[in-house]
């Protein structure tokens, strides 16, 4: 059903169910006001259109009064209806928050864990491969040189595990956001996107303090995704990169002036790693929102909000 029909639907028995309540306001009358802000909430109507519903529901209302004492009553009575419609909406916005609230504490800790298991990869991982190659060198000294050749492909793998491990880590939690920090991150991203695709980037980093790992981690991979796919797919001359904190959120806008959007209207396809999709996924878990659009007449300006307030 569309919002206009559930609209009309549910605005029909609203008017009925508020005549009945104007005419005897009793608790059991009362009570149809919250039945159907269920029923709005269930049917995808937002406040905005309850609130239309009830103020023509009112109009009636005052149309089928008898004279001015009654309209009188009628418009004293009227919002203890509304109220309680509204009743199922401010419990959902509640539930909305406080699940938001232990979603943003799971992010957190999943990205405490990401960062250990980032460094131990990196770090602990590394000084074993490192003891290994050791080992295996010493071991070839004192073999002959054709006994060598087993070792060699021995350390051929090694460090083909090695660099894999170092990959690895770097998708958990990339090393330059602790040792740099957020801004100088993105600075020493946009200088790597230029030097290897020839795509000039402009970084402005406006922030008030040090933001959460899991918001940082998020702004980085967004604004590296959305380069990536700006230098290697979208023929673009030129790219910003935009992060600013205002006391409640953090937005991250990424701009170029290449191809813009597929056919499906998405992001042209790029590497294997974090798509739209992903993006959406991570900034949403946080209860962020993503927006895609034209940057002008060509490219494309992807921006996520992420709130920091929940």
């Known amino acids: 059903m569309s919002n206009l029909a559930a609209a009309i639907k549910v605005g ?3 008017q009925n169910a508020l005549l009945e309540y104007l005419a005897a306001p009793e608790e059991t009358a009362l009570l149809g006001g919250y039945d159907l802000g269920r029923r709005a909430l269930s049917e ?3 406040v905005l259109e309850l609130a239309t519903i009830h103020s023509s529901a009112v109009a009636t209302a005052l149309n089928c009064a008898p004279d001015g004492d009654e309209r009188e009553r009628f418009l004293s009575t009227h919002t203890a209806f509304f109220i309680e419609a509204l009743s199922p909406f401010e419990m959902g916005h509640r539930a909305f928050r406080d699940a938001n609230a232990i979603l943003r504490r799971m992010n957190d800790m999943l990205e405490g864990q990401a960062k250990r298991i980032a460094y131990a990869l990196h ?4 000084q074993l491969l490192a003891s290994l190659h050791m080992e295996l060198a010493n071991t070839a000294r004192d073999l002959p040189p054709e006994k060598t050749t087993h070792l060699t492909k021995i350390r051929e793998t090694l460090l083909e595990i090695e660099n894999r491990l170092r990959n690895l880590s770097h998708e958990l939690r990339p090393p330059v956001l602790d040792d740099l920090g957020l801004a100088a991150a993105l600075a020493l991203m946009a200088q790597g996107v230029s030097s290897r695709w020839g795509l000039p ?3 402005t980093v406006d922030l ?3 933001l959460p790992a ?3 981690n998020t702004v980085y991979r967004t604004a590296q995704e959305a380069l990536t796919n700006a230098a290697k797919h979208s023929g673009a001359n030129r790219a910003e990169v935009r992060v600013r904190q205002s006391d409640r959120k953090v937005v991250c806008s990424v701009r170029d002036d290449g191809n813009g959007f597929d056919d499906t209207g998405g992001l042209r396809k790029s590497r294997p790693g974090l798509g739209l999709t992903e993006i959406k996924e991570r900034v949403g878990a946080l209860g962020g ?3 895609l659009a034209r940057n002008g007449d060509r490219g ?3 921006r996520i909000e992420i709130p920091l307030d929940i």
């Open 123 to 126: 770090s602990e991982a590394g």
């Open 208 to 210: 008030k303090g040090d």
């Open 201 to 203: 980037v402009i970084v």
């Open 44 to 46: 995808g109507l937002g």
């Open 12 to 14: 029909e028995r609203y």
């Open 300 to 302: 494309t300006d992807l």
């Open 214 to 216: 899991v918001i940082e």
């Open 289 to 291: 929102i993503v927006r």
